[in-house]
């Protein structure tokens, strides 16, 4: 399944998920204040220690940040412009820091235990009108339709070659999208024939309030 | 959920084996019209029959009339009933009740593992998450899918994402199963597999086919023409009627 | 709301990955350059979903991506994009999505290429651009002016997006047209 989890464990896997948030949002918050490059950037490298210390699997992930380079590489080249060096290693280490430290809570931590972790944090959403279990059968959805969805565009594709014999364009996003939406329709008859709607009626549906 | 809205759930879920008494299907003067057309018109039947075929062209009414059955389309005039249950009155029992297969296992599917699945239809009748899994483990194991909980339905072929789509059905043991050409596209291995299992259910099958071979073991056949019944009785005789008068280029008598 | 929309919701989500996922797609206007179709997709919820659907489509999305699905264009997901110096665009999408929504009902005056053109420039640009620009300055420590510099390579793709939002819409509207909402 498409998950950016790590499947062989580490002992970072056994720290709760909630922990390894709360450390997240802490850490995130406490670098706030902290200007000086020297602390960012030994930070950075502890952080990237633990990552290494994790094995080889973990290492590759470190991969992931490669689509970040070229936006740092322009944030440092503004920074030495106007200030100094300094500025620009602070910059780019705070910057590093952060994505590294999220990533390796994702690493080791399943999108349902991620899921239940938050779900304190989302029960007072329930009074802006956001249900918890809708939200959680909506991200099953997701998860579930962006495989059929991308099969359905090849399926597109590969018809659109045999007979134009180009790579597939943008003609075909209006039907595939179509096709979508009425998938959409389908979803919701067999949810509905499945009782979802009966046990939560439209009419008392909590999502129903969101404006 | 809270306590007494999960008692309520639970007390309109009742398991059956085989089914109960009280659960004929009655169309009583039942009149449908869907796209300004109209497809049923005073409609009378009464099913109870454990396995029931239905035949018919494409647009004669199947799907409707299986989709009157369990609410998800309420007649304009006249009743539908199971037992003594109205299907505009108690929409809301009828999930639980009466289970429904679709033709494309994508429709249906909604979670990206087995497990989580087919312990859905548990958790909407009020089980818990732990209760649910543990049932739906069960279950899975019950048919020669043990094992199965974790894996992803996106590697599963046509035919296990259609026995899947079943199992998640009969996870809340409702008392019937309406089948919409739930073997459309599937080979002829697994269709025989699929329909195998079904058969040996407890539930009362209602099933719409164009596979006429799939019927002949039932115990009634209906052929649907224009939402008008054209033909009720044993297999063989309403088969062969069909049989021959789609092929003779005719129409319905 | 209903379980149609919580559905469309969801799919419209996945839509937008699964654009985000294609292999390049060839858009002729611009010669053969490849541009990932992801802010398509967010441009799209606003105008075929409405305001709030749309913006709940790209929240959810969002939402997905951060509990670790590798949906982001690119194969990138996690909280880390959350931390990341371009994550006010993300941001941005939510409420772009959501502007391109209230444009399509603002315009249902204009012709239909029009209307999607002005509400994806507005909502799927300018909004977005109004979150991500200043979370940039924010987040990498730069003047706001060196923000909007570094933000300026990618408004030509994206108002190529934008034509090609026009375009979809107009050719979905006409074999479909209950599926944008507000022009049935």
Redesign the interface.
Known sequence: ?ITTYLARRTWLHGVPAGVKLFALAALSFMLLPVQDWRILATAAMLAALVFAALGREARQRLALIRPLLPVLAIIAAFQVMTGDWRDAVGAVARLTLMVMLAELVTMTTTMAAMMEALAPVLRPLRHLGLDPRALT?AV??V??FV??LLEAWQRRAEAWRARSGRRPALRLVAPFVAEALR?AD??A???????????A?PQEHPMRKIP | ?SNARRAM?QSSFQPSSGHPPDDTIRFDAVSLARGGRSLFAGLNLTLDEHRIGLIGANGSGKSSLLRLI?G?LLPDAGKVRIGGRDTVRD??????RI??V?Q?P????????VG?EVA??LT??GLTKGEAAEQARALLAAHGCAGWEDR???ELSEGQKQLVCIL??IAPQPGALLLDECFASLDLRARADLMARLMALPQRLIMASHDLDLLASFDRVIWLDGGRVCGDGAPAEIIAAYRAAMTNGGGAP | MTVRDLVRIALFAAIIAALGLLPRIDIPIAAGVPITAQTLGVMLAGVMLGARLGALAVLLFLFVVALGAPLLAGGRGGLGVLFGPTAGYLIGWIAGAYVCGLLMRALRGLPLFAATLIAAIGGGILVVYAFGVPWLAWKANLSLTQAILGGLVFVPGDLIKAVATAFITVATHRSAPSLISGRA
């Open positions: 399944m059968l099953a959805l998860i579930r495989p059929v998938l389908h979803v008859e067999a949810l509905t024939a499945r009782g979802f709607a009966a046990s009626r | 959920m759930v369990n998800l929409r809301d029992e009828l999930p639980g289970g429904f679709f494309n994508d429709h249906q599917i909604i979670f990206p593992t989580e859905f239809g909407l009748r992803a339905v996106q998640a059905v």
